[in-house]
């Protein structure tokens, strides 16, 4: 016998009150997209020089890049991917928020100050100062990009949950047209404002999640007087599992693969920060070695203070609204921050729907800031490392150099639209995961080696870069992400896993460095013992840096 699913009344109640306030919702919406694209058309009539288009005229303080680099790194994972995890999973859900933290002092304590005094635009300029100059800067290219993109398919899917959850669309086709939108607003901030416009955007864009999330903080407390027992208890009796909802082992635990599964996701998340194209390319937007050292430090506090508040906005929407209603909206549970502001403004009054109006907006402009940090990273790559360096041998002009960044933008807006359409039903958070563990098998070895090993050759470097990023691309392609899990896999109702991990970072980091110090080992080239000790005395001091 079937029975006919009903939907829970507050469901219903949402939907109704959102249509009715639709206008009123797009129009607060609307809003902050023309305010940050203002502030783009603004910067990109500053934007004159590479120096401009790449690093920002390196003119920004510790603070405002400590700001932008917050505003980049707290990204639609953060706010909706590791909100619904927690909301869904509890207290492994909030494994998301240690981990993307405690990677910053891998950052702060082995990349960011010698990074910014060995490079000048990318990545690629530190491998290529001891090594030879185009086998390495198209390597560092082709994994700038390809990080790039996992990371732009996650962007692509928050934006896809948070818009057709505000205009009330419920068709595919509808999905995967706001998911083109973004990619087409994506490309017209960084083609207009490069470093500049994406840098105040991100600022900008850092306040006001702080202050949306500050804010449903304090209404979730205030629902529970302030008691937070009460709100975890809470949570944890509506949540299905008890006081297992509190504990370790939801999501990561119950068998031995969950577990390594759970290995491998703090590995790749520890590890992944500082090897992150587009967190690399915020170094160098500072006049100073030291103003990049201070504004890691802030950015330290910034994240850690607005994690602690995710806390708060995940097991609020478990108390307050539940997993099958969180379920009901988007199955990997992307929409539950917005559920939550709707709820705590009132379900079906004008105060719910601008709350939820004002934290879908700045979540979507948070996903903008983040994905034009992101496509500014590739397509600089690209042009600086690929087109001028490797195609025009350094021959090419600035003009040409800015033009190639230009449509290299283009062309990976496009990438990102086609492969973000497939991905939005999957969780943001797990998403982001997975470029933190291509960013940390192919970058962060070459990275560590270049700048701290000797005997690190150029064959060293291409075996860690194109193996990194092969065994990770190779084995999330074969993974439950891809495809065997009908709800949330990227390809569903076919099933060609076989690597039983969602994230392959326990395998493929490892690998990585094995790689990278193997190839050095059997390379005929002998390192330049010279070129080393200049690299040295640069990255530790300063001197001699752009």
Known sequence: MSTAYHPHPVIQLAASSTAVHRPLIITLFAVFVAATLGITVWAGRQTKSASDF????????????????????????SFLGIAGAIALFGYDGFLYSIGFLVAWLVALLLVAEPLRNSGRYTMGDVLAYRMRQRPVRTA???????????????????????????????????????????????IVYVTIGGMKGTTWVQMVKAVLLIAGALLMTFLVLLKFDFNISDLLGTAASKSGHGAAFLEPGLKYGATGTSKLDFLSLGIALVLGTAGLPHILIRFYTVPTAKAARKSVNWAIGIIGAFYLMTIALGFGAAALIGPDEIKEKNPAGNAAAPQLAEYLGGVGSTGGAVLLAVI????????????????LASSSSFAHDI??????????????????????????GAVAIA???????????????????????????????????????????????YGGLASSVFLVLFSPVVSGNPKTSMFKGVDFAWFPLENPGLISIPLGFLLGWIGSLLSKEEPDKGKYAELEVKSLTGVGAH
């Open 54 to 77: 790449y690093a920002g005229g390196r003119q920004f303080t510790a603070f405002q890049n400590g700001l932008a680099v917050s505003g980049d790194y707290m990204s639609a994972a």
């Open 140 to 186: 560092s290219g082709v994994s700038t990009i390809i990080v790039s993109i996992f990371y732009l398919l996650a962007q692509m899917a928050g934006a896809g949950v948070l818009v057709s959850l505000l205009l009330g669309i419920t068709s595919d086709a509808g999905k995967i047209l706001i998911v083109a939108l973004v990619g087409v607003l994506m």
């Open 360 to 375: 879908s907006a700045v979540a979507f402009a948070t996903i903008l800031a983040v994905v034009a940090g992101l496509t």
């Open 387 to 412: 087109y001028a360096n490797v195609i025009r041998k350094g021959k090419a002009t600035e003009k040409e150099e800015m033009r190639a960044a230009r449509w290299a933008t283009v062309l990976i």
């Open 419 to 465: 492969l973000g359409a497939f991905a939005r039903d999957m969780n943001v958070a797990g998403l982001v995961a997975l470029a933190f563990a291509v960013a940390a098998s192919a970058n962060l070895p070459t990275i560590l080696y270049s700048l701290f090993w000797k005997r690190f050759t150029t064959q060293g470097a291409l075996w860690s870069i």
